[in-house]
């Protein structure tokens, strides 16, 4: 995984792709197996779906839902397409009417529901794209019910180091990105405390800018699994339980508004299960 190599959507089989792809695929694994332990018992739904015979585009994914006990809903999916965009699915993607809407797509995403009101909600986002042109997007970010300083700090913590290890100024930059992005225009409130966000990101060097990729998620998988295991056995009462049930609502309504990864699943005719895989299954208004 040292080396990449350049990838265009004519040639979405091998190159860059493949190797982004092959990444998702072992974080993936990882990630399963942590959460899996931590839950004590929950073990993911496996479920692979590739595009119908005929489709414009090409490609699937791998589908990983678990519902247990420490984690009351949890997606981890990666997907890999490629084809022709939709003229809605091409206004989404840079340099898409230069190839004539062909692309080729993958990436990781995760979002857990957590049965415990006083474990944040998290969601992250790895994701690889080309057109005539090849960039990387992503990030994560903390939704808590409960605010906990020492969790805040953590996860910033482990974030910023994997954006100091690229440049100077990452950090500062995608954590001001986090913050305008996932914000709720129409509560005028921030989804949570933030974290990490980049999209289009084609500095011209594709092997920093990959590692720097690789670093967020496993800073994800080193920070994530250490506060879930510190609050997953707070004591909590039906009002904190409310609480969280209405905070959900809160984030619903920035997924199916604002979401740039649901619009785009939309826009390109992907599996529906996959990309609303990040709704909760209990939620309050």
Not at 262 to 272: M, R
Request: net charge neutral.
């Amino acid at each position: 995984m040292d080396g990449v190599a350049e990838n265009t959507a004519s040639s979405p089989e091998n190159g860059f792709s493949l190797q982004a792809v092959a990444y998702y695929h072992d974080l993936q694994e990882r990630i399963l197996k942590a959460f899996e332990d931590l839950d004590g018992g929950g073990k993911f739904e496996r479920t692979d779906w590739t595009r119908e015979p005929g489709h414009r585009l090409k490609g699937g994914g791998r589908m990983r839902v678990m519902r247990g006990k420490v984690f009351e809903k949890v997606g981890v999916n990666v997907s890999h397409v490629w084809g022709t965009a939709s003229d809605q699915g091409m206004a989404q993607m840079p340099g898409a009417k230069e190839s004539g809407g062909k692309f080729a797509a993958c990436g990781i995403s995760l979002v857990t529901h957590m049965s415990n009101p006083f474990v944040p909600t998290v969601h992250m986002n790895l994701r690889c794209m080309a057109t005539s042109k090849m960039w990387l997007g992503g990030g994560a970010d903390l939704t808590p019910t409960f605010p906990f300083d020492e969790d805040t700090k953590d996860f910033h913590d482990a974030l910023r180091r994997a954006c100091d290890a690229y440049r100077p100024d990452a950090y500062e930059k995608y954590k001001k990105w986090c913050d305008e992005y996932f914000y709720l225009p129409h509560r005028r409130e921030p989804r949570g405390v933030g974290g990490i966000f980049v999209d289009d990101l084609a500095s011209g060097d594709v092997v920093a800018d990959f590692a720097f990729q690789r670093r967020v998620g496993e800073a994800f998988l080193e920070v994530y699994p250490r506060i879930v295991r510190r609050r997953m056995n707070t004591a909590f009462t039906e009002a904190d339980r409310d609480k969280q049930l209405y905070k959900r609502g809160r984030y619903v309504e920035f997924n199916l508004v604002y979401d740039r990864g649901t619009k785009f699943g939309f826009a390109t005719d992907a599996n529906p299960e996959a990309y609303l895989m990040s709704m909760p299954p209990v939620v309050k208004w």
